[in-house]
């Protein structure tokens, strides 16, 4: 393993934990804190109203039909709408008239044609209706704002600490190149050293005893005995 991989390796092992602790907690964070912004309360406060007005509506839709059936309250004049309500399968039908919904209008149908009920109503629904949209999207912005900035910080984290690496790599590169040509060298000058003391070491060959040593008694031996006989 090279020295800019264990380098790298290093400095991941060392920034890696730390950074995933700092994201974490900067995340919990930040996300309390967004939590108590009116965002939430806003979305509460457009479910209540949605929860409050269909309870309403439903009410007002049973006590109508009710006091029609009964007959505390009179009929009305079938409006233009009925003709499509005759041609339909629905045997009755609720619908929300006037300005902004502010009156609701209970169709039968009965031998003669189609009876008609209406009855004004407190709230204007339509136009609750469209509070309600409004409401829930600017909360869905706001939640799609919230996912970005968290996605944002999450990508700037992770950058910095990319571009954070490859400087250590970089820099681990640069420096590393010296010090493999001087180890090399080291390597190279060592081994020259060892060969060189390996031949100073060397026994030199010789024999013993020598030849010429040899030699020389045996002639002399021969001299010796020509002389005694």
């Known amino acids: ?8 390796l290093v400095f991941i092992a060392a920034t890696l934990l730390p950074l995933a602790a700092t994201v974490w907690l900067t995340t919990l964070l930040l996300d309390r804190s967004l939590k108590l912004s009116p965002v939430d309360q806003l979305s509460e406060l457009s479910l209540s109203l949605q929860k409050t007005g269909r ?16 007959g505390r309250i009179s009929p009305v004049p079938t409006p233009d709408s009925a003709k499509e309500f005759l041609a339909s399968d629905d045997l009755e039908r609720f619908s929300l008239v006037g300005d902004g919904g502010g009156t609701l209008l209970y169709l039968i149908k009965a031998p003669g044609g189609v009876r008609a009920w209406q009855r004004p109503l407190d709230i204007r629904m339509q136009d609750l209706s469209r509070q309600y949209r409004q409401a829930r999207r600017t909360v869905s912005d706001l939640g799609g704002l919230r996912r970005g900035f968290f996605l944002t910080w999450d990508l700037l984290a992770a950058g910095i600490w990319l571009i954070a690496l490859t400087l250590v790599w970089l820099v681990a590169t640069r ?10 060298a080291l390597k190279g000058w060592l081994t020259g050293i060892s060969a060189f003391a390996c031949r100073t070491k060397e026994p030199t060959k010789s024999v013993w005893p020598p030849k010429r040593s040899i030699a020389r008694p045996l002639t002399s031996n021969r001299a010796a005995t020509g002389s005694l006989t």
């Not at 393993?1 to 790298?8: C, F, P, Q």
């Not at 309870?55 to 006091?67: F, G, N, P, S, T």
């Not at 190149?177 to 180890?183: D, H, Y």
Request: proline fraction near 3%; glycine fraction near 0%; hydrophobic fraction near 40%.
């Open 175 to 184: 420096f590393s190149r010296p010090i493999l040509k001087l180890t090399e």
């Open 1 to 8: 393993m090279s020295l800019r991989t264990r380098l790298a």
């Open 55 to 70: 309870e309403y509506y439903e009410q007002a839709c049973r006590q109508l039909k009710a006091d029609a059936l009964a």
